[in-house]
């Protein structure tokens, strides 16, 4: 094992075309990470997979079955629990679809563990639009849904939407215990703000986006209208906390 402990957080919900394939990718990376999936009770059988698959990675692959669907966030906050009751100090989140490079997670791990980072996130927009197979309205709305997160809330990170990060486990407990508010699209965006208004340090690494191959998009407009409003009101209430401390 790796001297710090290193695991990655999958949520899933009907994600049994993607799942076995992304775990098996993952374990062929030279850094011995573990894997935690968290479902959603997948109709498809998602669970059911990973538990087959259980007994091939035994003590590096795990999983949280959650009663019904929750949101995003949600199942973020019970995976991040669950690390750091564990043990872990690098805790990773990515989605299983394929969207995010498992051999990105090694560069990642070298920004977290050696170079004094304390979060670090795979950028679709760092250096430009790096985004594979999204038709033009979706990337549109990717980027400057990122793009007005950074205005509102101050962050000089170019993706804070993006779902594929890296956290030093004490950033996360620090997170948690100022609580999180969002539970869709925003859960990413308020992640990263509070990180930064703890005055920890974030760093982007370039990566490139590609759409699922398999399986269907999550994204739906109920979750991004959360990430407009409630993106004002979540940096108006840390402009009041300062004045009334």
């Keep these: 094992m790796l001297e710090k402990k290193s695991i990655v957080i999958i949520p899933t919900f009907n994600e049994s075309d993607n799942i076995i394939q992304i775990i098996d990718e993952i374990f062929r990376l030279e850094d011995n990470f573990n894997i935690l999936v968290v479902d959603d009770s997948s109709p498809d059988k998602t669970a059911s997979l990973v538990k087959e698959k259980s007994p091939f990675y035994k003590d590096r692959l795990f999983l949280i079955e959650r009663e019904k669907k929750l949101g995003i966030g949600p199942a973020y906050i019970d995976g991040f629990k669950w690390a750091i009751n564990n043990g872990y100090e690098n805790i990773y989140e990515m989605d299983a679809d394929f969207s995010h490079n498992p051999l990105d997670l090694s560069r990642m791990q070298v920004f977290l563990t050696q170079n004094g980072f304390d979060v670090v996130i795979g950028s679709r927009y760092k250096t430009g639009v790096n985004v594979v197979n999204w038709p033009i309205q979706r990337v549109l709305i990717s980027y400057f849904a990122s793009w007005y997160a950074r205005i509102i809330t101050g962050t000089p990170i170019m993706d804070l939407t993006s779902g594929f990060v890296g956290y030093k486990s004490n950033v996360i407990r620090d997170i948690l215990d100022k609580g999180i508010k969002f539970k869709g699209y925003a ?59």
């Design 187 to 245: 859960f990413q965006i308020e992640m990263k703000f509070k990180a930064y208004n703890l005055n920890y340090k974030l760093y982007e690494i370039p990566i490139i986006f590609t759409d699922r191959i398999r399986g269907e998009s999550k994204l739906n407009l109920s979750i991004i209208s959360e990430a407009i409003f409630g993106l004002i009101f979540m940096k108006l209430k840390y402009i009041l906390s300062k004045f009334f401390k």
